[in-house]
């Protein structure tokens, strides 16, 4: 793990959060080092990479923090939201309790940061069509109503995973 200080021009600090197994934290190592955990166990406390990403000819060090989606591995809730620029707000499209769950995720944001956090639902999961249980429409819908972006990313083949974080680093700057 990097140090979480750094002299960089532009760091920003971003995190996940949803319920416990959605795929955070195989969006951030597929972002952060192109690998996925078929067997990934569930995370406890509270992990971070940093990946530089280029936006205009300008390198932006992007901080992403992972914590445990289930209560009793979290770690102190104020400290993981503290400076946080951008948020990925996670759930799994084939577990509709995990969308369900999204209302709540969103208080705990607004609670610990100030509204002005660039936030991104994330149904995560779309390569598991055959067993979707939550449409691109509800999550378009939902996204729309709590002023949010939106996309569906497969941590497992990648698909949109760089964009995800892409919008919300690029937003943010
Ligand atoms: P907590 O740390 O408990 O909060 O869970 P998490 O949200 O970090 O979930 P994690 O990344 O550990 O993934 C949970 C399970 O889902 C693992 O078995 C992963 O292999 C699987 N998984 C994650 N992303 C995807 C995906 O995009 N597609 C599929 N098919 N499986 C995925
Ligand atoms: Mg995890």
Known sequence: MDSPIGGEEYLFKIVLIGDSAVGKSNLLSRFARNEFDT????????????QVVEIEGKEVKAQIWDTAGQERFRAVTSAYY???????????ITRKGTFDGIKRWLQELDTQNDSS??????????????????SIEEGKTLAEAEGMFFIETSALDATNVQTAFEIVIREIY
């Open 39 to 50: 067997n990934s166990k569930a995370t406890i406390g509270v992990e971070f990479q940093t």
């Open 117 to 134: 956090i660039v936030r991104m639902l994330v149904g995560n999961k779309c390569d598991l069509e055959n067993i979707r249980e939550v």
């Open 82 to 92: 503290r400076g946080a620029l951008g948020a990925l707000v996670v759930y799994d």
